[in-house]
């Protein structure tokens, strides 16, 4: 971190803050400019608070320097994570579908589901069984019922299944019945949730938050690293913006930096990020070709019925179509599908 | 709520829509423009699923016309909602000043500042006990023993005390502390917490989410409302933008909005809301001119010590003089402080 | 238009709405709900002003159902647009690429970019002569003596020439050397511009504004379409969002939607819309395989002393590069390079 | 400005960077911390470009310490800029509101808005002849016709007149009739324009664009200030976030912010910033809390008929409501009206 101090501080105010640092257990390396001072910080400083420093008098701002994640790093590991779902591996060579409806409402949608996006070629079976609705008065999901009929379409097709967690106390329930734990979006920030699923025995797919920054989101994935779980699976789902024609933006060129930044799988969920199906092919093929690892995709035998999300939600025949198109793309950037 | 079809879409296509619209139990009135028709849906629509009425065929968008919200709304409930807090009342003449640390440290850090904002002016003692940090490596805070020391603060200076409750299995355990549930804005859209709320017997202190629109904000109340807690205070707490000199961007406009949109009580957050502690003055002065019912802000004994949030904290001198300067700009807008 | 009335209003209200309508010239048609009248505007209300009419007494808002463009419109003229630019076809299967540095700086820097970007198959030659920057301290471009140097460069490698122009008084002067003109991303609703190069005799490259929508961006070109000039590219460049680790956002879900909306050719340009030379290639592998008809890139052979945007250049070799990746891509989704 | 190297840099690396910022004029203050080296640049390096450093092999990124801007600083200037028009001045105790028509319609329109503005107490009087408007369908202004009747509007009621300017081109004939040049905030990064008003004899009100930052602003004022012209009013307008229900999120803290770092004055737009009539009452009362300098107000004798703007235009009985409602929150700041 590097300590800008303001035009005119005083030597005073100088000493002052080089003591302050080297009380919290830091180094100090003084350079004087013509206009300003700033007094840079030798030491791991990950832990010291920036607030605190820009409080001192004579200090303008601070700047950090390291990046604020360890775990999540690829200084900190240079080789790709590969998040290994009952013998699916993510972040390899193949890419991973995940597909499905936005939530579980009865047997047999689920299993037509299921069955149609295996036969498609999908790896992953998603689908919702505690829904988390801007509403209250909107379906809020089957709950643990939904998870049994989940876990029995894992029975009929061999498919994994990732489902939302929303609460640390549904962890344990979740875990008896899931593959993967999904934390939602809107879940980025819970850190009780994100403790708890650090904790927990289950690969997790963290979706970036829709306010979130990368930066926010590594950190995120770094709590849930920090707490002894190293299964995370990265998810870009489209951010906020003053764009309204879609849902949300998604932001492609975060595929490919967080490719950069970390060691972990990094996917894209195309159906959230547009809100719109016409949308969720181009976007796939957009997300394949900057380097993603995987899809989350809505997959509903009748959107138009769909209690959530229909609009965004591919029929069965058009998401086969899709994976038919995207298996070229996905050769052309050296991956198979 | 309206259908709006595509240019060009069939008497088929038309017809199907109504049917399916009366099939949910509503009411169709068809209008035919010279580009496009238009399908109004006549009947309580807010359980309805947009997102399932636009994937029928021939359907280009659904236009929401009622508000979706319902307990919050002024149109439910035209007259103010005052909440009463220990007989400190939120949401009628009087100013409602809630000032402390951003987290409670030690026994001497907080009695210091409970006295000191006790003596300007404050009315309730804010302080966090459990805190969510973006880092895993920062202080995470005291947890029940920061509660244990919110309890004595307020048995020394008589101020009732808010805090943060940051999942549903911590609402017991801080309901026996707090006098009034502070939700953070990360978890405006935690719904398990919302519902947990909404059963506890304390006011709850709900801030918007930082990426979160007013109607969101309205929505996450009505979970509270609709399962049985009338006592919401709104806080507005600054909103992310690209602007970056300030931490978020005040929506002061917000204030006045809520205020015709509810009848909830609206509170400000400029400390947070600004990030920067010569912003809280004149921004404070803004929100109390805008028509809020109060503020929150945060007030250490030390900012250059603070575990979290210096930066953005004033000193005890400067918030009594904050407090004067106040109190004009109150009376100007026919309140009092 | 539709124009919903409060809850509440009055039948004079609505009479007098009504009357009001009909005054301008379009047909009422009235739909009365449960708890909010609607009333439905029949007629071309393209020049009807929404503001006016929702100061009417008892107007709560209006809702435009007609998308407010119309020679830009698919509605209009479904068939793609292409653009000629002298012999290069832009919105055809073959995708155009056109590159070369930020600004033109020298004769030997234009000419060495100029060879290596026609080598490595580019199509046409961009270049700026007169420069928008956001510090009247930075180098501003080297004005018609670029120009000049463009049209060399043209002569020596037969590459069509793209330039910004920046005022409307400057557009007779860049006509005479360029053969396609640009609207930078801040001028992009600079009207006066739009009318002018919709005056010209050349194809218009407009780029979206980073604050724009797309529907601005259509209503942009629009202007330029309205004013007699048919031959409109449009390029998505990045919008301007919280997410700071890239320059901008590059919207790519907005190159499907355009694709959707209008028949006129989209192209993407990474350079800009990331700001960092690594995620060049990505995001124009994502481009391409979300439709887009062609890229924009910066080329400069020695970009650590180039005067305006380095970090986003692409040096010659890596350019190459990119090209002989891309081409897979393009192949994958039927389009050739 | 610093250079933070990449993890793992080379001597060499580090070397040759050193050398390059000692032949760009400047000397090098190197740091050698645990994890990454910093390069600090000592000397002017307002016209350095950063990203011609950032492609220097091992940079991981630059970090500007000063500002960019100088003429418009309180570091350069540290006394407060007072904007003398026809002996109103703006920036000093007294506040100035600038009240009127969003666009000149008729005679009778401009002259029964300017008398009653003046008469409840406006200092200037807004109107706008050249108009920018997002459809080339909307009524574009009256053009030197609009001048024509401001100026007749002064004449009679002695009011100052500010108007848009909207093309370099039109500089001349604009200052012939108007007092103040607006430089609306679509065009706040159109450079030729700033460099004309600039060069101008006339008091420029430059209004933020709604996606830029603060530091842009004033970047661009400085723009203005660098060719000579002294005399700029910055004007708080909104700016662009994803909350819809306001037209723009009024930025409150950017006045303050502002008047922070700079000698000119600050006034705010309430009507644009919001949209609607409803919230400039309000907002005008956060912004004078806030310390602006003066208001920009749209009032017409007729909203429901104007031909732009009319959601958020005051009638004249409420604007005089609004006036006497402000004069004691004025005073609550020490400011009279």
Same mark, same amino acid.
């Given at each position: 971190m590097i300590i800008v101090m303001k035009q005119g501080a005083t030597d005073t105010q100088i000493a002052n803050v080089c003591a302050r640092v080297e009380q919290l257990g830091c180094q100090v390396h003084l350079s004087e400019g013509q206009e300003r001072s700033i007094v840079g910080i030798i030491g791991d400083v990950?832990?010291?608070d920036r607030a605190q420093l820009e409080r001192l008098e004579g200090v303008e701002r601070t700047v950090p320097i390291l990046r604020p994640y360890k775990l999540t790093s690829r200084d900190f590991q240079p080789q790709d994570t590969v998040v290994? &779902?009952? *013998? &699916? #591996? %993510? *972040?390899?060579?193949q890419l991973v579908v995940? #597909? *499905?409806p936005c939530s579980v409402e009865s047997q047999e949608q689920l299993l037509d589901a299921a069955r149609a996006v295996k036969s498609a070629g999908a790896h992953i079976l998603r689908g919702g069984a505690f829904k988390p609705r801007t509403s209250p008065y909107s379906f809020q999901g089957l709950g643990e019922e939904g998870l049994r009929l989940l876990a029995e379409a894992r029975r009929e097709t061999d498919l994994p299944v990732v489902t939302e967690v929303m609460a640390p106390e549904q962890v344990?329930? %979740?875990?008896?019945y899931a593959d993967v734990l999904q934390v939602g979006a809107r879940n980025m920030q819970n850190f009780a949730l994100l403790h708890a699923v650090g904790e927990a025995q289950r690969p997790v797919l963290l979706k970036r938050g829709m306010m979130a920054t990368i930066e926010e989101l590594l950190m995120a994935a770094e709590y849930v690293l920090s707490h002894g779980n190293e299964r995370v699976i990265l998810c870009e789902r489209g951010i906020r913006t003053f764009e309204k024609y879609t849902r949300n933006t998604v932001d492609i060129s975060a595929v490919a930096v967080l490719k950069q930044l970390?060691?972990?799988? %990094?996917? %894209?969920d195309p159906s959230h990020g547009t809100g719109k199906w016409e949308l969720v092919e181009p976007i796939s093929r957009a997300a394949v070709a900057a380097g993603a690892d995987g899809l989350l995709i809505e997959v509903h035998p009748s959107p138009e019925t769909a209690l959530c999300d229909g609009a965004q939600s591919l029929k069965p025949d058009r998401f086969r179509q899709m994976m038919a198109g995207l298996r070229p793309v996905a050769q052309a950037v050296g991956r198979t599908l």
């Open positions: 990950r832990s010291l290994s &779902i009952n *013998g &699916i #591996a %993510v *972040g390899d060579t995940m #597909a *499905g344990p329930l %979740v875990t008896t970390t060691h972990l799988p %990094v996917v %894209v």
